[in-house]
């Protein structure tokens, strides 16, 4: 009989014939064979570390919270501000938040749903799942003060005046309660991003005593610091459905009205955020003074600032041009049907998310102004709303 090996893992069982030079020959032939062939197989290839960044940064919020856990190198990856501040540029997901009333301990519920499938889903009759539910442990009136990049801006006041302000971004599950501003009643409230210096304020305009266009008091807030700021005092007298600016190429814009030879007439202030200086805007034209302004709103559409007036949506494509304004539709008679429309500053195709104000009555509309079809109603509006970019961008500092 032939003699013979048998290999079994790292036991041989062989024939008393073999020598121990020929089973050491053997042996060796055989390592030889496993390690070249599948032990020692050259390792997978590697991807350049920039290529990891330039993948990971154009991906979903939800994705790159769980992808902290791959690893060490990820996890710092992930959590540096310059990469949050490159997948900002790059995110194309909008995000619908709304606040309802809850009768659960937690008196308020914040969700956050992306904008496609909201509209997707009103096309089957369904309801959007939320990607985020968060329950806010608040026991007062909770109402947004604005979004910016993906960080919402909330006030929860009682009767006596201001509770607390905080700054969350329901994505990453994160908030920065601001320093306590007192029981002044606020008027007007603004949030959004200074380029000049890199960060987020906040600025409230506090009722002034006496004389109502001389005495307000303006204060502002700078993330990462631990106070607030007087500046210049603000003259004008906010529209009553108009108390949030609107944050547009640095520059919080309010419609307001400014005494003029003791007539009022409406105008845009823009408060700088870099050098917190105020300017006014001109209305589109052919406007002039108008009497009564609960038929103006202001809005942002497609990152320019936006003005509703009656039924006529005018957008300024060059901010602080005013030969820029221009019509971009007029909302047909058959759906106004008496009421005032606001815009919820979303473009969904030719679609444009509007909201509708009659009777103390609000309703989301998607409205096609390409054909003048009055797409779908989401009903009465029972929650406050907010719709901004998904974002890893923290609220905690600067």
């Given at each position: 009989?032939?003699?013979?090996?048998?290999?079994?893992?790292?036991?041989?069982?062989?024939?008393?014939?073999?020598?121990?030079?020929?089973?050491?020959?053997?042996?060796?032939?055989?390592?030889?064979?496993?390690?070249?062939?599948?032990?020692?197989?050259?390792?997978?290839?590697?991807?350049?570390?920039?290529?990891?960044?330039?993948?990971?940064?154009?991906?979903?919020?939800?994705?790159?919270?769980?992808?902290?856990?791959?690893?060490?190198?990820?996890?710092?990856?992930?959590?540096?501000?310059?990469?949050?501040?490159?997948?900002?540029?790059?995110?194309?997901?909008?995000?619908?938040?709304?606040?309802?009333?809850?009768?659960?301990?937690?008196?308020?519920?914040?969700?956050?749903?992306?904008?496609?499938?909201?509209?997707?889903?009103?096309?089957?009759?369904?309801?959007?799942?939320?990607?985020?539910?968060?329950?806010?442990?608040?026991?007062?009136?909770?109402?947004?003060?604005?979004?910016?990049?993906?960080?919402?801006?909330?006030?929860?006041?009682?009767?006596?005046?201001?509770?607390?302000?905080?700054?969350?971004?329901?994505?990453?599950?994160?908030?920065?309660?601001?320093?306590?501003?007192?029981?002044?009643?606020?008027?007007?409230?603004?949030?959004?991003?200074?380029?000049?210096?890199?960060?987020?304020?906040?600025?409230?305009?506090?009722?002034?005593?006496?004389?109502?266009?001389?005495?307000?008091?303006?204060?502002?807030?700078t993330l990462g610091t631990c106070f607030w700021k007087s500046i210049q005092k603000f003259p004008f007298v906010c529209d009553a459905w108009q108390r949030v600016g609107k944050c547009v190429s640095g520059t919080i814009n309010w419609l307001v009205a400014k005494k003029y030879d003791e007539k009022?007439?409406?105008?845009?202030?823009?408060?700088?955020?870099?050098?917190?200086?105020?300017?006014?805007?001109?209305?589109?034209?052919?406007?002039?003074?108008?009497?009564?302004?609960?038929?103006?709103?202001?809005?942002?559409?497609?990152?320019?600032?936006?003005?509703?007036?009656?039924?006529?949506?005018?957008?300024?494509?060059?901010?602080?041009?005013?030969?820029?304004?221009?019509?971009?539709?007029?909302?047909?008679?058959?759906?106004?049907?008496?009421?005032?429309?606001?815009?919820?500053?979303?473009?969904?195709?030719?679609?444009?998310?509007?909201?509708?104000?009659?009777?103390?009555?609000?309703?989301?509309?998607?409205?096609?102004?390409?054909?003048?079809?009055?797409?779908?109603?989401?009903?009465?509006?029972?929650?406050?709303?907010?719709?901004?970019?998904?974002?890893?961008?923290?609220?905690?500092?600067?």
């Amino acid at each position: 009989m032939l003699p013979f090996v048998r290999i079994l893992g790292n036991n041989a069982c062989f024939s008393p014939s073999l020598t121990k030079k020929t089973i050491a020959a053997r042996r060796q032939q055989l390592f030889g064979t496993l390690t070249s062939s599948s032990l020692l197989a050259p390792p997978l290839p590697t991807l350049p570390f920039d290529l990891i960044t330039d993948i990971l940064c154009r991906l979903p919020v939800k994705y790159l919270v769980q992808f902290r856990c791959v690893c060490k190198s990820w996890n710092s990856l992930i959590s540096d501000p310059k990469f949050a501040e490159k997948h900002l540029r790059l995110s194309t997901t909008r995000l619908v938040h709304t606040l309802t009333y809850s009768n659960l301990p937690y008196k308020y519920i914040l969700k956050s749903c992306p904008l496609h499938s909201v509209f997707n889903n009103l096309t089957t009759n369904q309801t959007a799942h939320p990607i985020t539910q968060l329950k806010i442990p608040w026991k007062h009136v909770v109402s947004f003060l604005g979004s910016c990049n993906g960080i919402l801006c909330l006030l929860a006041c009682g009767y006596t005046g201001f509770v607390t302000i905080r700054l969350w971004n329901p994505s990453i599950r994160k908030f920065n309660e601001l320093p306590y501003l007192g029981k002044q009643q606020g008027e007007m409230y603004g949030f959004g991003y200074d380029a000049v210096t890199n960060n987020y304020k906040v600025v409230v305009v506090l009722r002034g005593h006496g004389d109502f266009f001389e005495n307000n008091v303006v204060k502002v807030h700078t993330l990462g610091t631990c106070f607030w700021k007087s500046i210049q005092k603000f003259p004008f007298v906010c529209d009553a459905w108009q108390r949030v600016g609107k944050c547009v190429s640095g520059t919080i814009n309010w419609l307001v009205a400014k005494k003029y030879d003791e007539k009022i007439q409406h105008v845009i202030v823009s408060l700088d955020l870099g050098n917190e200086s105020y300017k006014e805007v001109l209305l589109p034209p052919d406007y002039g003074a108008v009497d009564g302004y609960i038929d103006f709103h202001l809005g942002v559409l497609r990152d320019c600032l936006c003005m509703v007036f009656g039924q006529d949506v005018w957008v300024m494509k060059e901010y602080g041009n005013k030969d820029s304004w221009t019509k971009l539709f007029t909302i047909s008679t058959s759906h106004a049907n008496h009421a005032d429309f606001a815009v919820v500053n979303v473009f969904q195709g030719d679609q444009v998310l509007l909201m509708s104000i009659k009777d103390y009555t609000l309703k989301l509309i998607f409205y096609n102004f390409r054909n003048d079809n009055l797409e779908f109603k989401l009903g009465v509006f029972e929650a406050t709303e907010e719709v901004c970019v998904e974002s890893l961008i923290s609220p905690c500092s600067s």
